[in-house]
Nanobody, 119 residues
Framework: QVRLVESGGGLVQSGGSLRLSCAAS???????????TSWYRQAPEKQRELVAY????????IILDSVKGRFTISRGNAKNMVDLQMNSLKPEDTAVYSC?????????WGQGTQVTVSS
């Protein structure tokens, strides 16, 4: 079992930055076998979309074209953490951002953190 907890969301003005963190905890076996950790987002009345992911060997990929060049995914300073650095935020980045991890064939989700960008 893996528990994911997101933090770092909030209200920011357009052009500002936020750093989201996803902290994983749970069974040592599952934690050590997390293959991919991803960040998704879902805006009101829109489908959830994959933003970026990082693999166990720290390969990263920003999937969403609209955030390329502005968002970066990386390992956090603390163990078992994955961060999403979001720069030059725009009102259209407003969404609930959620962390997902896959481990040993299971998929785990965090509860999400709200990001609101004001114009």
């Amino acid at each position: 079992q893996v528990r994911l907890v997101e933090s770092g969301g909030g209200l920011v003005q357009s052009g500002g930055s936020l750093r989201l963190s996803c902290a994983a905890s749970g069974s040592i076996l599952s934690i050590r076998n997390i293959n991919v950790t991803s960040w998704y987002r879902q805006a009101p009345e829109k489908q959830r979309e994959l933003v970026a992911y990082i693999t166990r060997d720290s390969r990263t990929n920003i999937i969403l074209d609209s955030v390329k060049g502005r968002f970066t995914i990386s390992r956090g300073n603390a163990k078992n953490m994955v961060d999403l650095q979001m720069n030059s935020l725009k009102p259209e980045d407003t969404a609930v951002y959620s962390c997902q991890a896959t481990a040993l064939g299971d998929i785990y989700w965090g509860q999400g953190t709200q990001v609101t960008v004001s114009s």
